[in-house]
């Protein structure tokens, strides 16, 4: 009977998503079904980095200097074992896009998840306490607004590399990243949850959980911070392609991941010096693929804005 009832339950729950809102307007946007069709295309080939890739970046074995610098598969001059061509160490331009676009995704999940839990934390004490506490974080996340979040992850970046020894630059550089573009990108979500968390926390629900004695905590967690997700979802979805244009950018820069680490950034950065010797390829292709993937985590995140806007359906 509980394998009856459990299959039955999951049933219905797919029904009910079947029959929501939600699914509606995704399947009659084409440009959001494209959307979400490349996202998953990304995170899927980025997962399943190692069985899909021609080649191996990381491996010092398989790559010959000789390689180097060799055209796109359809030129004269190219090779069909490397379809995008070479980069200037004799690595495979497809090869390296794929595992890079997972070192980018990476760095962008996480640190979209370090500023979503320091964000809703913050968020919702500040809303539900009130009073100096409320007025002390709302003041920090105001100062921190004054400053662009580039400026803000190239100063923590900066620190870091300065308080560490050299000879852990590379190796803490990913968390040092991930760090930094997270610590940057938390204002957004105190300030929406602490809005939402000001309006629940007047209502019926919250004032008669507090009557029969449920505790602060249980009352933020349990009844409040539901409540408060759909905003959030949305500011999480666009902070996604935020933090992977931040990660890029601080690796064109210098300061993100180590050179050795082929991200899109450090792929665009290395290519650059090659553009104008006429190997567009090495900085062309990382290009597209970053300007692909941000663009459709762009587009998702304004459809989920829309669609869960009730006041557009």
Request: aromatic share 10%.
């Amino acid at each position: 009977m509980s394998i009856i009832s459990k299959t039955q339950i999951l049933k219905a729950n797919y029904q009910r998503f079947i029959d929501s809102d939600i699914w509606y307007s995704f399947k009659k946007s084409p440009v959001t079904v494209i959307s979400a069709t490349v996202t998953f295309l990304f995170f899927f080939v980025t997962i399943f980095a190692p069985l899909i890739a021609p080649h191996d970046p990381f491996d010092l074995a398989s790559i010959d200097l000789m390689d180097a610098s060799l055209p796109p598969a359809w030129f004269l001059d190219g090779e069909t074992r490397f379809l995008l061509g070479t980069d200037d160490q004799g690595r495979d331009i497809l090869s390296t896009i794929i595992y890079g676009s997972r070192i980018s995704l990476f760095v962008g999940f996480v640190s979209v998840i370090f500023s979503l839990i320091l964000g809703v934390g913050l968020g919702l004490i500040s809303g539900y306490v009130g009073g100096r506490l409320d007025a002390f974080i709302m003041r920090v996340a105001d100062v921190q607004l004054s400053f662009p979040a580039i400026l803000i992850a190239l100063l923590i970046d900066g620190l870091a590399r300065s308080l560490l020894p050299r000879e852990l630059h590379d190796e803490v550089a990913l968390y040092v990243l991930v760090f930094a573009i997270g610590i940057s990108g938390w204002v957004q979500y105190a300030r929406t949850v602490r809005g939402q968390t000001l309006v629940e926390k007047g209502k019926e629900y919250v004032q008669a959980a507090r009557v029969i004695g449920i505790r602060q905590w249980t009352i933020l967690l349990r009844h409040i911070l539901p409540n408060v997700t759909g905003p959030v979802l949305v500011i999480a979805t666009i902070h996604l392609a935020i933090a992977i244009i931040t990660e890029a950018t601080l690796s064109f820069l210098g300061v993100g991941v180590p050179p050795t680490t082929p991200s899109l950034g450090t792929l665009i950065r290395v290519g650059n010096d090659f553009l104008f010797s006429g190997e567009w390829w090495i900085t062309i292709f990382p290009g597209i693929a970053l300007v692909l993937l941000v663009l459709a985590v762009n587009l998702l995140g304004d459809w989920l804005r829309d669609a869960l806007n009730p006041k557009l359906r």
